[in-house]
């Protein structure tokens, strides 16, 4: 035990400022990624619920029926496949296709982003068929074209739906991050592999990492849970007892009876 203390110390000593470098890499990569995924994800969920009925124009029929099922296409591929497979495809691929390398942090960004748009694509989808029908039809029958009824009625409903998804990609991408070394990103799981590799300490260095991985989980899923209860709002009510509404209609009664009363003069 008292080994594994002090190699612990000498890990730290070395490679502590490292360690929290990566750190605060892979949570800005991971921050960003959620957020330009939920994005992708509105945007395909929104796409893929347009309705395409009989009394459409031809074109947008056909439009409508290929732009959905190249969506679905993106949604399955990224979905159906690693991130470290997709890393190694993206990165190294736009070098062999385009002879262009990538910067590697505008690389990593790319990938969390176009991975977390694949899930958010889908649980975006379902919180929208989630809402009531009923809502959709009140919009339209108001005059709302597709796109007004979800920016304004729709959206505002489904997004509080999803939250705790949302919540639970950014996680996921927090520990998921960790396959973007094999592209040479510096985050957290990086650090660690260059530490181990350095000093020979891989049990060490790993429980080092798994630390600071488990800190940043719990404190997202502690900041996720107070966004949940903050957007439930409060808890108690003050509701109209029998008592206020028989007091309430029997006020309305008689000014409805005076307001009559006042017609007839």
Not at 84 to 100: E, N, P, T
Not at 202 to 208: M, T
Not at 249 to 264: N, Q, V
Request: charged share 15%; proline share 2%.
């Amino acid at each position: 035990m008292a080994e594994f203390i002090e190699g612990v110390i000498k890990v730290w000593n070395g490679y502590g400022s490292a360690f929290l470098d990566g750190a605060l890499n892979t949570l800005i990569v991971s921050f960003i990624g959620t957020a330009v995924g939920c994005i992708i994800g509105f945007g395909v969920g929104i796409v893929q619920t347009i309705p395409i009925e009989k009394k459409d124009p031809l074109w947008k029929r056909i439009i409508l029926t290929i732009v959905n099922l190249l969506l679905k296409g993106y949604v399955e591929l990224f979905r159906g496949t690693p991130m470290i497979v997709q890393s190694v495809f993206i990165y190294y691929g736009v070098i062999m296709i385009f002879d262009y390398k990538m910067d590697i942090y505008f690389a990593a960004l790319l990938i969390v982003s176009i991975n977390t748009g694949a899930y958010m694509a889908e649980t975006v989808r379902g919180g929208i068929l989630s809402i009531d029908p009923g809502q959709t039809e009140g919009a339209k029958a108001i005059g709302m074209n597709h796109v007004q009824t979800m920016l304004n009625v729709i959206i505002p409903q489904a997004f509080r739906n999803i939250i705790p998804q949302i919540g639970n990609n950014f996680i996921i991408n927090i520990k998921d991050t960790s396959v973007l070394s094999v592209i040479g990103f510096a985050d957290l799981f990086f650090q660690h592999k260059s530490a181990a590799g350095a000093l020979y300490r891989f049990f060490e260095s790993a429980s080092i990492v798994m630390v600071i991985y488990l800190v940043m989980t719990v404190t997202a899923s502690f900041l996720l849970r107070l966004l949940e209860k903050k957007l439930d709002g409060d808890d108690n009510y003050d509701l109209a007892t029998t008592d206020t509404l028989a007091h309430t209609s029997g006020m309305y009664t008689y000014h409805a009876k005076e307001k009559t009363l006042e017609d007839f003069r």
